[in-house]
């Protein structure tokens, strides 16, 4: 894997090499990783995993026609070939009239903002070890857990060059570290299963082994002996471990490539009221240690903080360049990209904010609700909103966590379920899509 500098080097080189054999405007990506992951069950080792790799994009065009090429061979002469063969296929493709670069006025002139997202801390597979079995210790000691599906501790890096013709060159590096473990309680047909994870940019701020464990032993009991509640409308509630999934469908809708093909539900719903009033929605590339943090994106757009939700009403989409012509817009700084793709555009760091309601208030707003603590499957019609998936939890009874429950489905429709629901006072940031427990005052539940 290349260090950054010499990434970005090689990337303004093919560039320019694009340039030379005739191009009208070019891009190239570089993309190197390492990782380094141990497992163990039961006390033992299961497997240590050490991965390397790199890959260079060119992207051509030829006035209004593109191809994208990848390579994980960076050697001269095959970078030559990719330059040529690029080429050719880019004055064979049809022509689009929304191909192009970023505007030039757009990208990211200045010193790339700082995120704190890279650590120097390498804390080799004998240590990655000892973590993993500290987590599966844990999670072994709670009453009631019977087996181990594992644990896991691992740690990785990456490098992103990007250069393109218009005048961008930036690079940078992220590290990532993570320890999980899983657990199994009961017996027989009886037996159930959950898990915990944690990951962060630096090593220190990885929730510690033990806590991991714990939390994945104590999970897995709390499902024994699951019941099925009697079909009907409930109040739902949606746990912090599966509220974020909101925000995911809710990216999804507002991403520009599905407005432009007419296939968002919230297609027709810009400037308007999505949400309630009160409900923030917040996208920061910026966050220091954020886990998509990111100084610019993948077509060298700065990037800014955003409130993608105000008070309820949706202020814009998401967007790279080609979908922010189609819809006359400017990019939002949210493009994202493989070596061997086009760009397209994702969310960075999202999260819904805090309510004014804590999590004991909204569980004991209702005389009997469901705690959703699992989802499964997908069910959602990104095109109409309606949603209907599989679900694990628990009833709720007078604000108090009841028996667990299984084999359900929960279903509505996504504009009613924005419309109407209510986040609690319990955020906490530790994953790249964030939201506290989130209340949907009635939804659908019956048997899966």
Known sequence: MLDPDRARAIAESLVQRGLDAGASAADAVYVGGESTSVDVRLGKLEGVDRSEGEQMGLRLFADQRSAT????????????????????????????????????????????????????????????K???????????????????????????????????????????RTTSYSCSASA?????????????????????????????????????????????????????????????????????????QSVARKTSFLQDRLNGQVFGRGVTIVDDPLRPRGLR?????????????????????????????????QLAIAPTGHAVRSAGGAPG??????????????????????PEAVLIVELIGQGVNGV?????RGAVGFMVRGGEIAEPVSEITIASNLVDMFAT??????????????????LVPEMTVGAA
């Open 345 to 366: 555009a994702a969310p960075s760091n999202l999260w819904m904010q805090a309510g004014q309601r804590s999590r004991a208030d909204l569980l004991a707003a209702f």
């Open 293 to 325: 943090s990111r100084p610019f994106d993948d077509e060298g757009v700065r990037v800014e903080r955003r409130e993608l939700v105000a008070d309820g009403a949706l202020t814009g989409w998401i967007a790279e360049s080609a979908s922010a012509r």
């Open 384 to 388: 109409t909103g309606d949603y209907s």
């Open 421 to 438: 629901l209510e986040p609690g006072s319990d955020l906490q940031l530790r994953r790249g899509m964030d939201a506290p427990t989130i």
């Open 69 to 128: 090429v990848a390579s994980s061979d960076l050697s001269e002469d095959t970078l030559a070939t990719l330059v040529e063969r690029c080429l050719a296929m880019a004055r064979e493709a049809p022509e689009d009239p929304y191909a192009g670069l970023a505007p030039k006025e757009m990208l990211e002139r200045r010193r790339a903002p700082f995120i704190d997202g890279a650590d120097t801390t390498d804390p080799g597979p004998a240590r990655l």
């Open 130 to 172: 000892a973590l993993a079995l500290e987590a599966e210790a844990a999670a072994l000691a709670i009453a009631g857990v019977t087996n181990s599906s594992g644990a896991d501790a691992s740690t990785s890096a990456t490098i992103l060059a990007l250069a393109t013709s218009s005048g961008f060159a930036g690079a940078y």
């Open 184 to 256: 199994i309680a009961g017996e027989g047909s009886g037996m159930q299963r959950d898990h915990e994870w944690h990951g962060a940019r630096h090593f220190e701020d990885v929730e510690s082994a033990r806590e991991i464990g714990r939390r994945a032993g104590e999970r897995a009991v709390a499902r024994l002996n699951p019941a099925r509640p009697r079909p009907g409308r409930y109040p739902v509630l949606f746990d912090p471990r599966v509220s974020a999934s909101l925000l995911g469908h809710f990216a999804s809708a507002i991403n520009a």
